[in-house]
């Protein structure tokens, strides 16, 4: 599972529940310097934001897609799951119901119970995939397990009826039973959504700028990192300091922190407010970066 910091999460969170007045256009750069950087979470993030334009976004399922697309591609089960809705109903993407399947499936395997619902339901439906009712009643299964209620519904009617495998009452009652009981209570929805999504708590990092200081200046990797990227964007009540910004991306990268590694590159690729584009440090960087992610 990846971790995501209480940053992310908190406009994560901020973008769900409270639409676009949650998001200021500073948060919303900072998300897209790092997707842009290759973070799959700031990447599902800045897709989220063209998805319902906010922050100072223009709504944009085109680039909503390509962000889905990008985290997808890099193994990130929720955006798979998205990317397979995105080519089931055209969204940003031409229609294309046998990408939606494989999408749907990779993220399956890494356990989107939504996902195995849904790939569970087109072999079923014998859309974009052969009908297959042995493969259905297998990622129905699956989901059911995990206390899906539509799977449990499905399951429990294909044994009764003995489509996809044995006819069973007792299996059939117990699932469409299980199903009965279920809720749909929010908190339930949002611990697996998160689930998905791939995120947890990062327990250690604090949000208020004092204790973010404290951590940064103590050593702490993710905190030197969520410093400069506060610093470059000018958020949270940060003044926008290049030199600032890049003294703490190095202390982060010098403590191993990928994504600090990248930011450094990037900067000295294409500039930074004050900061000149550098070549010979961009190299530099660039096999910083590749060295961190050998050794991960």
Request: hydrophobic share 40%.
């Amino acid at each position: 599972m990846k971790k995501i910091t209480r940053l992310f999460l908190a406009i994560y969170i901020g973008l769900l529940s409270a639409g676009a007045a949650a998001m200021t256009p500073e948060e919303a750069k900072m998300i897209a310097n790092a997707a842009e950087r290759g973070s799959q979470g700031a990447q599902v993030l800045l897709a989220v934001i063209y998805k319902d334009g906010t922050g100072g976004y223009p709504r944009d399922e085109k680039l909503s897609a390509y962000w889905f697309e990008r985290a997808a591609e890099q193994g990130n089960a929720y955006a798979q799951q998205v990317l397979g809705d995105y080519y089931e109903n055209g969204t940003g993407v031409p229609k294309n119901l046998r990408l939606a399947a494989d999408w749907r499936e990779k993220a399956a395997n890494r356990g989107s119970v939504t996902a195995q619902l849904k790939l569970g339901k087109m072999y079923l439906n014998g859309a974009g995939v052969p009908r297959d009712p042995e493969l259905a009643r297998k990622w129905l299964g699956r989901a059911a397990a995990e206390g899906n209620s539509e799977a449990q519904y499905l399951l429990g009617k294909m044994y009764r009826a003995g489509y996809g495998g044995p006819k069973s009452k007792d299996l059939s009652d117990n699932w469409l039973a299980k199903s009965a009981e279920q809720g749909y209570e929010e908190a339930i929805k949002w611990l697996h959504f998160m689930e998905d999504v791939g995120f947890e708590w990062e327990e250690s990092f604090y949000h208020r700028a004092p204790h973010l200081q404290k951590l940064a200046q103590d050593g702490d990797a993710e905190a030197q990192y969520q410093l400069a990227m506060r610093y470059e964007t000018g958020s949270y009540g940060m003044n926008k300091d290049g030199e600032k910004a890049l003294y703490w991306f190095r202390k982060a990268a010098e403590n191993g922190h990928l994504m600090a590694a990248k930011s450094l590159e990037d900067i000295y690729t294409r500039g930074l407010s004050n900061i000149k584009a550098d070549p010979a440090l961009a190299k530099y960087w660039h096999e910083k970066v590749r060295q961190l992610e050998t050794a991960k």
